[in-house]
Structure formats: C-alpha cells, structure tokens
C-alpha cells in the first residue's frame, strides 16, 4: 500500500515546495533519534503527532514531494489509490481507443458529460492508469502496456 506522505509529513496536499522543506527540517530535528532528549518538549506538542515518525519515512516523503515529476506522479497514484479503495472508477479505456495529439503529447477520449479525459505521454510513462473528466467527477481507467526500449532492441536483434 502507498504511503501518505502528506500525513507524514503533516502538511495538506497542495503545500508548495518551501512548506515541504521547512516541514521536513523540523520533522527531522524532532524525530532525530540524536534529538529525542533535546526535543522532548516539542514531541508534547499537539504538531508533533502521538508518535514517533521514523526517519526513514520523514525522508522518503522529502524525497518523492520535493522533485516536480515526482510528486505528479506520487499524487496521480495516491488519487488512484483512494478511488480504487472507494470503487470509483467508472468505466475501461483501452488507449489505442483514445485520440493522439502529437502537438502536446496527449491522449484524449470524450466523457459522456461533453468533457473528456486527458492523459499525457509523461503520465503514461510513470504509470497513471486511472484519469479524471475535466469537466464531471467520473474516471476511467486505461488499459496500456508501457513499452521498454531494451526490449525492443533485444526483439530486433
């Protein structure tokens, strides 16, 4: 299952970078296990959460949250995540079904709402799979195999 790095790291989803580092460096001095004496009054506070916070998690979620692509992709799969958990998604598209637009690298198909359901080639190489409407609340999840460039050349060979 998928961490939430937003909850580890306290901080809502829509936190801009400087939020995320600042977090991150009081969350790693209150954590620290070097710390823990110094910051005992800090780990009472309401901020600090009922338990310890390993280290590890604290780092993997600065990791992920403070690389632009990363983090569309870590919010795309955690969006994902919660709507499979809640059985939301609405329908299946294969995306040879989809329309191509070679200009900005998209994928498009239309919702029965007259909005349509974008993808772009960068998703699609990180592994989004499930694609809100534009306009409506309804998601499809689309059905691809990512192709990999090695393979490719070990089958021409």
Same mark, same amino acid.
């Given at each position: 299952m998928l961490k939430d790095y937003y909850a580890i790291l306290e901080i809502p989803q829509d936190a801009n970078l400087a939020e995320i580092k600042? &977090?991150? &460096?009081k969350l790693l001095l209150i954590h620290h296990p070097d710390k823990q004496q110094?910051?005992?009054?800090?780990? &009472?506070? @309401?901020?600090?959460? @009922?338990?310890? =916070? @390993?280290? &590890? *998690? =604290?780092?993997?979620?600065?990791?992920?949250?403070r690389q632009p692509a990363q983090r569309a992709f870590y919010d795309s799969s955690l969006k994902a995540m919660?709507? /499979?958990?809640?059985?939301?998604v609405n329908d299946d598209i294969d995306l040879d079904d989809m329309e191509y637009n070679e200009d900005n690298g998209t994928y498009t198909? @239309?919702?029965r709402c007259s909005g349509e359901y974008v993808v772009s080639e960068d998703e699609l190489e990180l592994g989004v799979d499930t694609v809100s409407?534009?306009?409506?609340?309804?998601?499809? /999840? =689309?059905?691809?195999?990512?192709? *990999?460039?090695e393979d490719d050349d070990r089958i021409g060979n």
């Open positions: 600042s &977090q991150y &460096q110094q910051n005992q009054s800090l780990q &009472q506070a @309401p901020s600090a959460g @009922p338990a310890l =916070i @390993p280290l &590890q *998690d =604290i780092k993997e979620a600065w990791e992920c949250l919660k709507l /499979r958990a809640n059985g939301q198909s @239309p919702c409407c534009s306009t409506c609340s309804l998601i499809v /999840r =689309i059905h691809y195999e990512v192709a *990999d460039e």
